[in-house]
Structure formats: C-alpha cells, structure tokens
C-alpha cells in the first residue's frame, strides 16, 4: 500500500490557527482508499524546517510527500510548480530570523521543480467544482525553504512530491477581515484528490 506524508504548518505571526494544519487533519482523519496517510506539523522556523521534514521522511519511508502552507489573501487552492534557491522575507520566522536574499545552498540548483504532472492535478480538482490553479512560485518564506527540501530530498529516495497553498477556510479564527476563505470541505476535498490521482499515476510504488 502507498504512504503518504502529509505536512502542515504550526501558527505563526498573528495566526493561532493554520488552515494547512487543520486541514492536514482532517485529510487523516477522512483518509483515502488504498492509501496510508500519516502527517506531521512541521515548524515555521528557516533553519529547523528542513531538519524536521528529513526526519520525519526518514521515520516513515513514504512513497508521497505532499506538503500544506497556508496563503492567507489568495482565493484559491494554488499548486505550486517550482521551489527557488533563496530566502527572504520582511517578516520573521517562529525563531525571530528574517533572511536578507540569501541562497538555500550555494551549491545545489537555482529552481527545481515537482515531479509530479501538475495540469493533470489541476484537471482533477476542477472536475470537483474546486477553485483551483498552478502557481510558479511559492514564495521564499519557510514554504519555499521547505519545499526546496523536499525536491532535494526526491533525488535521493524514491518519492513523488508537491507543495499545495491553500487559502483561509471559513470561520478561520483572525483571518484577515476582506480576506478571501474557501469552506474546509473544499481544501480536504482537494487534497483527497491529489492524493487519489497520484497514487493511481504511480501503482508501481
Ligand atoms: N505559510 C507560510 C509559512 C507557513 C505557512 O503556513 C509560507 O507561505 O511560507
């Protein structure tokens, strides 16, 4: 049976609830046919995310790596295409630390990208009535740093992996006033559906 590992996002700035996170959950909770999920909450922090995502890919040797960070302002359920070589932000991270441009590593790629069929992704999710689209770039806050990791980390093991933005959901404690939500029911629906197509793709784990 294939193993999913689904991450989500603890809170951060002045967010007490992540909707990667709460969505994370439900996901496990709801499950998918033929599939074994386990999630982990990962931190907002530049220098332990990417400590914490190794150790739990090496805890449960999973087949799928599939990631959730929240994009509190964007409508819609965003799948992004590629992971950049760099850190920056205005804002700090969970430990205070605010990057100035700097390089994830000055050694490995500029961009890489998922591995994943990503249009055949979008295809499905809008077959659900879902607000859906492909993103080409995930930012370089912590999301990014992670999902660089994790496109490193599909070099060296045999994994298929994707970061997904999501929204606010519906009713999110401090989600910003004139700030778009899509309902919980949607994201979950969502994820079950990259995580059913992925896994018919790629039977031969
Ligand atoms: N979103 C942030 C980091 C944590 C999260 O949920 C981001 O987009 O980088």
Not at 116 to 126: D, H, M, T, V
Not at 165 to 183: C, D, I, R, V, W
């Amino acid at each position: 049976m294939a193993k999913v590992l689904l991450t989500g996002f603890e809170p951060y700035w002045d967010y007490p609830v992540n909707s990667s996170w709460v969505v994370a959950e439900k996901v496990a909770a709801r499950g998918v046919v033929g599939v074994d999920i386990v999630i982990e909450q990962v931190p907002v922090s530049f220098s332990r995310v990417h400590v914490a995502l190794r150790e739990a890919v090496e805890k449960h040797s999973p087949n799928m790596l599939i990631m959730l960070g929240q994009s509190g302002g964007s409508d819609k359920v965003k799948l992004e295409r590629v992971a950049l070589n760099m850190m920056d932000s205005k804002l700090p991270d969970n430990d205070g630390y605010i990057p100035n441009e700097e390089p994830i590593n000055i050694e490995t790629p500029a961009a890489l990208f998922t591995n994943i069929p990503i249009k055949s992704l979008r295809a499905a999710i809008e077959e659900q009535g879902i607000s859906v689209k492909i993103s080409n770039s995930c930012g370089l806050y912590v999301c990014n740093r992670l999902y660089y990791e994790a496109l490193m980390l599909c070099k060296k093991y045999h994994l298929k992996s994707i970061f997904i933005h999501l929204p606010f959901y519906e009713g999110q404690p401090s989600a910003k006033p004139n700030k778009p939500t899509m309902p919980q029911n949607d994201m979950v629906k969502a994820i079950q559906t990259i995580i059913e197509k992925i896994n018919d793709k790629y039977r031969e784990f």
